[in-house]
């Protein structure tokens, strides 16, 4: 398995505009998370999917992110007007069972630069 | 609810030398602990983890015990390299299959040679 995929690895977008990331788990696993990670604020989680289903949204900042996860195999965080705070690394990550055993299974990362 | 705590970095040792890295957690129950490293540019990746108490996780040559009277999870080298120099994150999972991880802040490591 190639691991959890993320695109893209970098973008950079002006204020105001909106802003689609993506993120491929791992095939079989049931559990799919979104974070950021800045300097301030270290790794916050935002939201986490268990079958597609969205579990805890707590840690989305504002209505202006959303996110979906419309099948198995694909999701996307989404940012609708971006600002310049939004600036970040974001992470896809997947575990399996949910099982408290289970580790977390990081994708590269995508950084948001937003001018 | 849940935390973690770990020390503070940044953390800066010469090559050969001792690594400890804090971390202590607070939880209902047991959770599971783990640690995590993110070397520069990439995503974090596990390096260790323990279920219970007592327990040892190992790898690499790092080690983490599991401790319930201290609610800590130390981890430990006894030997750095230039190549461990990343930033380490301990984490824990409550028990009953609630998925979200509580990390730490990250202490970053930096090895000189």
């Known amino acids: 398995d190639a691991g959890v995929i993320q695109s893209p690895r970098h973008e950079v977008t002006e204020m105001g505009q909106e802003v689609t990331l993506r993120c491929k788990p791992i095939?079989?696993?049931?559990?799919l998370f979104w974070y950021r990670q800045t300097m301030m604020r270290g790794l916050e989680l935002l939201i986490y999917?268990?079958?597609?289903?969205?579990?805890?949204d707590s840690g989305m900042p504002e209505d202006r992110f959303s996110a979906k996860m419309p099948n198995a195999s694909f999701s996307t965080l989404k940012i609708q007007p971006s600002e310049p705070r939004d600036s970040a690394v974001y992470f896809c990550?997947?575990?399996?069972?949910?099982?408290?055993?289970?580790?977390?299974?990081f994708g590269p990362g995508t950084r948001l630069t937003v001018l | 609810g849940n935390s973690v705590t770990q020390m503070e970095g940044p953390v800066t040792l010469s090559e050969e030398a001792f690594l400890t890295i804090n971390c202590t957690y607070t939880?209902?129950?047991?959770?599971?602990l783990f640690w995590y490293v993110q070397y520069p540019g990439e995503g974090l990746q596990l390096l260790l983890k323990?279920?219970?108490?007592?327990d040892k996780g190992s790898n690499k040559g790092f080690e983490a015990t599991y401790r319930k009277e201290t609610t800590s999870f130390h981890l430990e080298k006894g030997s750095v390299q230039v190549s461990d120099s990343a930033v380490y994150f301990c984490?824990?999972?409550?028990?009953?299959?609630?998925?979200?991880?509580?990390f730490g802040t990250g202490t970053k490591l930096q090895v000189i040679p």
């Open positions: 990550a997947s575990s399996p069972q949910g099982l408290a055993s289970d580790e977390q299974f």
């Open positions: 984490a824990s999972l409550h028990s009953g299959g609630y998925q979200k991880v509580t």
């Open positions: 095939s079989g696993h049931d559990y």
């Open positions: 999917f268990n079958n597609n289903v969205p579990i805890d």
């Open positions: 323990a279920t219970k108490a007592d």
């Open positions: 939880a209902t129950g047991y959770p599971s």
